[in-house]
Protein backbone atom coordinates (compact mmCIF):
# COMPACT_ATOMS: atom_id res chain seq x y z
CA UNK A 1 0.00 0.00 0.00
CA UNK A 2 0.86 3.83 -0.94
CA UNK A 3 2.01 5.89 2.26
CA UNK A 4 0.31 9.15 1.68
CA UNK A 5 1.40 12.47 3.32
CA UNK A 6 -1.26 15.15 4.00
CA UNK A 7 -0.96 18.64 4.74
CA UNK A 8 -1.85 20.53 6.38
CA UNK A 9 -3.78 18.17 9.18
CA UNK A 10 -6.31 21.05 10.33
CA UNK A 11 -6.63 24.90 9.71
CA UNK A 12 -9.06 27.46 10.77
CA UNK A 13 -9.11 30.70 8.06
CA UNK A 14 -11.27 33.60 7.54
CA UNK A 15 -13.93 33.47 5.15
CA UNK A 16 -12.60 35.04 2.14
CA UNK A 17 -8.95 33.85 2.31
CA UNK A 18 -7.44 30.16 0.39
CA UNK A 19 -5.78 27.39 1.75
CA UNK A 20 -3.43 25.10 -0.29
CA UNK A 21 -3.38 21.15 0.77
CA UNK A 22 -1.07 19.19 -0.29
CA UNK A 23 -0.73 15.51 -0.90
CA UNK A 24 2.42 13.53 -1.08
CA UNK A 25 2.88 9.86 -1.75
CA UNK A 26 5.81 7.71 -1.44
CA UNK A 27 5.38 6.07 -4.74
CA UNK A 28 4.52 6.29 -7.69
CA UNK A 29 0.73 6.30 -8.71
CA UNK A 30 -1.60 6.60 -11.74
CA UNK A 31 -4.53 7.65 -10.28
CA UNK A 32 -4.81 10.59 -7.35
CA UNK A 33 -7.98 12.11 -6.02
CA UNK A 34 -9.40 14.73 -3.97
CA UNK A 35 -12.71 13.69 -1.71
CA UNK A 36 -14.52 15.67 0.47
CA UNK A 37 -16.90 14.75 3.81
CA UNK A 38 -19.14 17.12 5.39
CA UNK A 39 -19.76 16.51 9.24
CA UNK A 40 -21.52 13.21 9.35
CA UNK A 41 -21.45 12.54 5.76
CA UNK A 42 -20.12 9.99 3.16
CA UNK A 43 -16.73 11.21 1.02
CA UNK A 44 -17.62 13.12 -2.54
CA UNK A 45 -15.50 13.26 -5.02
CA UNK A 46 -14.36 16.41 -5.87
CA UNK A 47 -12.39 15.30 -8.67
CA UNK A 48 -9.05 13.22 -10.25
CA UNK A 49 -5.61 14.73 -10.57
CA UNK A 50 -4.44 14.32 -13.81
CA UNK A 51 -0.75 14.48 -14.64
CA UNK A 52 0.59 17.15 -16.70
CA UNK A 53 -3.24 18.71 -17.61
CA UNK A 54 -6.31 19.83 -16.07
CA UNK A 55 -8.29 17.68 -13.17
CA UNK A 56 -11.37 16.65 -14.17
CA UNK A 57 -13.71 17.57 -11.72
CA UNK A 58 -17.39 16.06 -10.87
CA UNK A 59 -20.70 17.74 -11.31
CA UNK A 60 -21.26 21.06 -8.75
CA UNK A 61 -17.29 21.54 -8.36
CA UNK A 62 -15.27 23.73 -10.42
CA UNK A 63 -11.91 24.82 -11.08
CA UNK A 64 -11.96 28.27 -9.92
CA UNK A 65 -13.07 27.17 -6.56
CA UNK A 66 -10.50 24.46 -6.77
CA UNK A 67 -7.86 24.57 -8.63
CA UNK A 68 -5.84 21.32 -9.11
CA UNK A 69 -2.24 20.63 -9.65
CA UNK A 70 0.14 18.21 -10.26
CA UNK A 71 3.28 18.42 -11.83
CA UNK A 72 4.30 14.69 -11.12
CA UNK A 73 2.99 10.80 -10.42
CA UNK A 74 3.71 11.47 -6.51
CA UNK A 75 2.57 14.83 -5.62
CA UNK A 76 -0.75 16.80 -5.69
CA UNK A 77 -2.13 19.85 -4.11
CA UNK A 78 -5.91 20.93 -3.68
CA UNK A 79 -6.40 24.60 -3.43
CA UNK A 80 -9.99 25.65 -1.64
CA UNK A 81 -10.59 29.18 -2.72
CA UNK A 82 -12.53 32.12 -1.69
CA UNK A 83 -13.35 29.92 1.29
CA UNK A 84 -16.66 30.46 3.25
CA UNK A 85 -18.48 28.71 6.30
CA UNK A 86 -19.92 26.17 3.92
CA UNK A 87 -16.61 24.75 2.58
CA UNK A 88 -15.67 23.80 6.31
CA UNK A 89 -15.43 20.15 5.92
CA UNK A 90 -12.61 17.66 5.82
CA UNK A 91 -10.62 17.11 2.70
CA UNK A 92 -9.05 14.17 1.99
CA UNK A 93 -6.58 13.11 -1.14
CA UNK A 94 -6.42 9.50 -2.19
CA UNK A 95 -4.68 6.99 -4.45
CA UNK A 96 -5.81 3.93 -6.58
CA UNK A 97 -3.69 1.57 -9.12
CA UNK A 98 -6.31 0.90 -11.42
CA UNK A 99 -9.48 -1.26 -10.29
CA UNK A 100 -7.42 -1.78 -6.92
CA UNK A 101 -8.44 -0.16 -3.47
CA UNK A 102 -7.89 3.67 -2.85
CA UNK A 103 -6.20 4.32 -0.04
CA UNK A 104 -6.15 7.86 2.02
CA UNK A 105 -4.13 10.32 3.32
CA UNK A 106 -4.65 11.25 6.95
CA UNK A 107 -7.21 14.30 5.84
CA UNK A 108 -7.07 18.45 6.48
CA UNK A 109 -9.57 19.31 8.36
CA UNK A 110 -11.14 22.96 8.06
CA UNK A 111 -13.09 25.06 9.43
CA UNK A 112 -14.10 28.49 8.14
CA UNK A 113 -14.84 31.19 10.20
CA UNK B 1 -31.38 6.82 -6.17
CA UNK B 2 -27.76 6.82 -5.15
CA UNK B 3 -25.30 5.22 -7.00
CA UNK B 4 -23.98 3.23 -3.85
CA UNK B 5 -26.67 3.22 -0.23
CA UNK B 6 -26.06 2.00 2.94
CA UNK B 7 -28.29 2.01 6.16
CA UNK B 8 -27.03 4.78 8.04
CA UNK B 9 -27.63 3.05 11.34
CA UNK B 10 -26.71 3.49 14.15
CA UNK B 11 -26.88 -0.21 14.80
CA UNK B 12 -26.35 -1.04 18.44
CA UNK B 13 -25.30 -4.26 19.45
CA UNK B 14 -24.24 -5.86 22.59
CA UNK B 15 -20.07 -7.84 22.54
CA UNK B 16 -20.45 -10.94 20.93
CA UNK B 17 -23.69 -10.39 18.40
CA UNK B 18 -23.51 -11.26 15.31
CA UNK B 19 -24.37 -7.92 12.67
CA UNK B 20 -24.54 -7.73 9.21
CA UNK B 21 -24.62 -4.74 6.53
CA UNK B 22 -25.38 -4.37 2.87
CA UNK B 23 -24.38 -1.72 0.30
CA UNK B 24 -26.75 -1.61 -2.80
CA UNK B 25 -25.45 -0.28 -6.02
CA UNK B 26 -27.24 0.85 -9.19
CA UNK B 27 -24.53 0.67 -11.84
CA UNK B 28 -24.21 -3.05 -13.36
CA UNK B 29 -20.94 -2.34 -15.14
CA UNK B 30 -19.82 -2.05 -11.23
CA UNK B 31 -16.25 -3.97 -11.02
CA UNK B 32 -14.73 -3.63 -7.77
CA UNK B 33 -15.90 -3.59 -4.29
CA UNK B 34 -14.38 -2.66 -0.66
CA UNK B 35 -15.38 -2.68 2.59
CA UNK B 36 -13.85 0.64 4.34
CA UNK B 37 -13.51 1.15 8.46
CA UNK B 38 -13.84 5.10 9.06
CA UNK B 39 -13.14 5.91 12.91
CA UNK B 40 -14.17 9.60 14.55
CA UNK B 41 -11.85 12.11 13.06
CA UNK B 42 -9.64 9.47 11.26
CA UNK B 43 -9.60 8.67 6.96
CA UNK B 44 -11.34 5.63 6.07
CA UNK B 45 -8.84 2.27 5.85
CA UNK B 46 -9.44 -0.58 3.62
CA UNK B 47 -10.97 -3.28 5.64
CA UNK B 48 -11.38 -5.72 2.97
CA UNK B 49 -11.68 -6.72 -0.76
CA UNK B 50 -15.21 -7.93 -1.96
CA UNK B 51 -14.47 -10.89 -4.16
CA UNK B 52 -17.32 -12.84 -6.24
CA UNK B 53 -16.46 -16.02 -4.48
CA UNK B 54 -17.00 -13.87 -0.90
CA UNK B 55 -14.27 -13.64 1.22
CA UNK B 56 -14.00 -14.20 4.64
CA UNK B 57 -10.73 -12.78 7.07
CA UNK B 58 -11.12 -13.89 10.55
CA UNK B 59 -14.60 -12.39 12.09
CA UNK B 60 -15.79 -10.83 8.78
CA UNK B 61 -16.91 -12.11 5.83
CA UNK B 62 -17.85 -10.27 2.40
CA UNK B 63 -20.02 -11.30 0.22
CA UNK B 64 -20.76 -10.06 -3.43
CA UNK B 65 -24.67 -10.83 -4.93
CA UNK B 66 -24.45 -9.03 -8.74
CA UNK B 67 -27.26 -10.12 -9.83
CA UNK B 68 -29.24 -8.18 -6.60
CA UNK B 69 -26.47 -5.61 -7.02
CA UNK B 70 -25.52 -6.19 -3.34
CA UNK B 71 -22.53 -6.23 -1.41
CA UNK B 72 -22.48 -7.59 2.18
CA UNK B 73 -20.25 -7.41 5.36
CA UNK B 74 -21.10 -9.70 8.87
CA UNK B 75 -18.69 -9.34 11.33
CA UNK B 76 -19.15 -11.97 14.37
CA UNK B 77 -18.71 -12.29 18.17
CA UNK B 78 -18.62 -8.22 17.92
CA UNK B 79 -15.63 -6.60 19.81
CA UNK B 80 -16.20 -3.17 21.04
CA UNK B 81 -13.13 -1.95 19.08
CA UNK B 82 -15.29 -3.01 16.32
CA UNK B 83 -17.29 0.29 17.07
CA UNK B 84 -16.71 2.63 13.60
CA UNK B 85 -18.40 3.65 10.32
CA UNK B 86 -18.50 1.27 7.58
CA UNK B 87 -18.63 2.28 4.01
CA UNK B 88 -18.74 0.35 1.45
CA UNK B 89 -17.33 1.39 -2.07
CA UNK B 90 -18.26 0.32 -5.76
CA UNK B 91 -15.73 1.28 -8.83
CA UNK B 92 -17.36 1.37 -11.93
CA UNK B 93 -15.04 0.93 -14.92
CA UNK B 94 -17.09 2.81 -17.14
CA UNK B 95 -16.47 5.78 -15.10
CA UNK B 96 -13.30 5.18 -13.87
CA UNK B 97 -14.61 6.34 -10.38
CA UNK B 98 -14.51 5.03 -6.69
CA UNK B 99 -17.88 6.05 -4.93
CA UNK B 100 -18.66 5.66 -1.37
CA UNK B 101 -21.98 4.56 0.45
CA UNK B 102 -23.03 7.03 3.42
CA UNK B 103 -21.71 4.33 5.82
CA UNK B 104 -23.04 2.40 8.38
CA UNK B 105 -22.24 3.81 11.74
CA UNK B 106 -21.80 0.96 14.36
CA UNK B 107 -21.48 1.08 18.11
CA UNK B 108 -20.80 -2.53 19.88
CA UNK B 109 -21.77 -1.69 23.49
CA UNK B 110 -20.20 -3.95 26.89
Known amino acids: SAVISQKPSRDICQRGTSLTIQCQVD?????MFWYRQQPGQSLTLIATANQGSEATYESGFVIDKFPISRPNLTFSTLTVSNMSPEDSSIYLC??????????FGQGTRLTVV | RKEVEQDPGPFNVPEGATVAFNCTYSNSASQSFFWYRQDCRKEPKLLMSVYSSGNEDGRFTAQLNRASQYISLLIRDSKLSDSATYLCAVFSGNTGKLIFGQGTTLQVKP
Open chain 1, 27 to 31: SQVTM
Open chain 1, 94 to 103: SVRQGMAEAF
